[in-house]
């Protein structure tokens, strides 16, 4: 086969990824990500937008100090504050990158920037002289490329490769692009900007008309050298251009791209269910690469056809997307080392004391239900590990109940370690009346606002997972419980986005929206 051109992968789930609402980040959970991403073996991480807030800037140095063997990158708007900042956060990086940006379209330059075009091209050119003065690789992206004029766009990206962007990235902002156009724009590119050579061209698609990831593969056809996207196409809106999907589009059809990317993709699902996980923003059964469903085949003409062979319905092999293919159930009587083999097979690297805590909370369930799966060590970690510091962990509940009476309820904490209690007869239903019990003991007053129940796995003593967010503040706040007992998996997540206000947010600027 002929040589592949390397594709770059750029993830920005912890900066546009996180713009998602309701999946703002701590700084633990940042660094757990990141810590995925450079195993997944993306080549830019961008770690945040350094001004936007304290807690930004913390998140984006913590990631600069520790991660280490990728570009870690920082976004920052046109001016000398916001480019100082980010190499502030950025300057203990192994190999940094100041990502500085500017609204080019007719729409953005008349009712956002009132500037004219020359002046958002000297504004332009200023900016990225003063990242280069502190920085080598600087990226520069003329916002809502997709509906800037073609010659307008030329002479932007001309004039910032000649003040030393290392990267031009093309962002479609607005999700308004078409594959063609795409094509059409990066091509125009190509053939009319002089310097273009000294440069890697990127591109960075918006979903909202769902074209994020074809508009994204668009571009690479015409010689993108750089892909712009996020885990589980998370972002702002509709979401960017899912990195498993363009990652794997790029792998599976290489006959047509001739591109390969660095991307570990075994390392696909461990990492969409991590970012699941922390964000609380749940995959979409039918989700292409990492769904659930990604890989079963309900009908039995496919079942027949893949039994005979594989390939009869099957594009992707599921392991090599970190699906492993198991009917190993797990129970009561399954050894550390059977735990330990199945939870390395999923994903999750665990430290002996990990392992342990593991073990006991897997002894722990395997008392309660007969058959362990997958999901449920996987809910088991992922509870476990993915956990915010807890000020409130839930002890137990007693409960009387009756259709169409008012329940009684008993709710036990450890409120930093001390044990509280709390009784009411209030709600209208068991969850109401735990729900209410939590807000009397906890002092802290929520509006629910979204509350789900699914089965982690299958059977009838299969665990409950319950999500909830919780609004406090103008804030969503998210929360998981997972356990045999839908009440007690309840209570579990209230707690979880109760400790997640009590931690406390931190105010921030929104690039958008600046
Ligand atoms: O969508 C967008 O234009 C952005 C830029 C900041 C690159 O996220
Ligand atoms: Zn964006």
Not at 98 to 124: C, G, N, P, Q, Y
Not at 354 to 359: E, M, P, S, Y
Request: proline residues 4%.
């Amino acid at each position: 086969m002929s040589q592949l051109r390397p594709v770059r992968i750029f993830d920005t789930t912890l900066r546009d990824g996180e713009q998602s609402p309701g999946a703002s980040m701590n700084l633990t959970e940042k660094l757990e990500i990141a810590q995925a991403l450079v195993q997944l073996g993306v080549d830019i991480i961008e770690a945040g937008f350094p001004i936007a807030s304290p807690g930004d800037f913390e998140s984006v140095a913590a990631i600069a100090r520790e991660v280490r063997g990728t570009t870690v990158c920082g976004l920052a708007r046109c001016n000398d504050g916001d480019i100082d900042r980010a190499w502030e956060a950025l300057r203990a990086a192994d190999q940094p990158r100041i990502h500085v940006f500017l609204a080019t379209s007719a729409i953005h330059r008349e009712f956002k920037l009132r500037m004219t075009e020359d002046e958002v091209v000297a504004r332009a050119v200023a900016g990225v002289r003063r990242a280069r003065g502190l920085c080598a690789d600087v990226e520069f992206s003329p916002e809502d490329a997709a509906r800037t004029e073609i010659d307008f766009l030329c002479r932007v990206v001309e004039a910032v490769i000649d003040a030393g962007a290392t990267t031009v990235n093309i962002p479609d902002t607005v999700g308004y692009a078409t594959p063609t156009q795409m094509h059409g724009v990066i091509a125009a590119l190509r053939a009319r900007v002089p310097n273009i050579d000294r440069a890697v061209i990127s591109v960075h698609c918006h979903d909202d008309l769902g074209l994020a990831v074809a508009n994204s593969l668009a571009a690479v056809e015409a010689g993108a050298g750089q892909v712009e996207c996020t885990i589980n196409g998370i972002g702002e809106r509709a979401g960017n251009c899912s990195l498993e999907e363009v990652v794997m589009a790029l792998r599976t059809r290489c006959d047509t791209y001739g591109c390969a990317t660095g991307i570990n993709t075994r390392r696909l699902v461990p990492t969409s269910r991590l970012v699941a996980t922390i964000t609380g923003i749940r995959v979409p059964r039918n989700k292409a690469i990492v769904g659930r469903n990604a890989f079963a085949h309900e009908a039995g003409i496919h079942q027949d056809g893949m039994l005979k062979e594989r390939r009869t319905y099957e594009i992707m092999r599921p392991e090599d997307v970190g699906l492993e293919k198991t009917d190993l159930v797990l129970g009561k009587h399954s050894g550390r080392a059977a735990l330990a083999d199945r939870a390395r097979s999923l994903g999750y690297q665990l430290s002996p004391e990990q392992l342990q805590t593991l073990f006991d909370r897997f002894k722990a369930l395997a008392d309660r239900k007969k058959e362990i799966y997958d999901g449920d060590i996987a809910a088991l970690c992922e509870t476990q590990f993915a956990a915010l510091p807890e000020q409130f962990s839930f002890a137990g509940y007693t409960l009387s109940c009756a259709s169409g009476a008012i329940p009684t309820v008993e709710l036990r904490v450890l409120h930093d370690g001390v044990a509280e209690a709390v009784t009411i007869t209030a709600g209208d239903g068991p969850v109401d009346g735990i729900f209410l019990a939590i807000e009397k003991l906890t002092g802290i007053v929520t509006t629910c606002r979204d509350f789900r129940v699914q089965a982690v796995t299958v059977g009838k003593d299969a665990q409950a997972e319950v999500t909830v967010e919780l609004e406090h503040g103008g804030e969503l706040h998210r929360g998981r419980g997972v356990s045999t007992d839908s009440l007690e998996a309840s209570a579990k997540a209230f707690l979880a986005a109760v400790n997640r206000i009590a931690l406390g947010p931190s105010p921030r600027i929104h690039p958008q929206r600046v």
